[in-house]
């Protein structure tokens, strides 16, 4: 019932960039949203999140370099990713806290593997 189809993901070369989409289906309403990230052998982390009212929070590791948006009217959430590093190489996630039938839950995307070479 609940969905969070990502996107975006793929390799490139140090320096480079891409573009992170996740779409939220399901019939809830959501709060805030955020993409985190796992590499393997390490505990996933926060990259960044976003209020509904457009409040933005990042990992210092990002600051400068990532850019974190929503769509409201799509359910969407964007994270540009610029001038990427190698230790940036993860499986990345989109969050989003929502409410569905009167309470709220966290609901996690399938994930997407961004590679950075060096």
């Known amino acids: 019932q609940v969905q969070l189809v990502e996107s975006g993901g793929g390799l490139v070369q140090a320096g480079g960039s891409l573009r992170l989409s996740c779409a939220a289906s399901g019939g809830f309403s959501i709060n805030h949203m955020g993409w985190y990230r796992q590499a393997p052998g390490k505990q996933r982390e926060l990259v960044a999140r976003i209020t509904s009212g457009g409040i933005t929070d990042y990992a210092d590791f990002v600051k400068g370099r990532f850019t974190i948006s929503r769509d409201n009217a799509k359910n969407a959430l964007y994270l540009q990713m610029n001038s990427l590093k190698p230790e940036d190489t993860a499986v990345y996630y989109c969050?989003?806290?929502?409410?569905?039938?009167?309470?709220?839950?966290?609901?996690w995307g399938q994930g997407t593997q961004v590679t950075v070479s060096s």
């Open positions: 969050n989003v806290n929502a409410r569905l039938g009167g309470a709220n839950y966290n609901y």
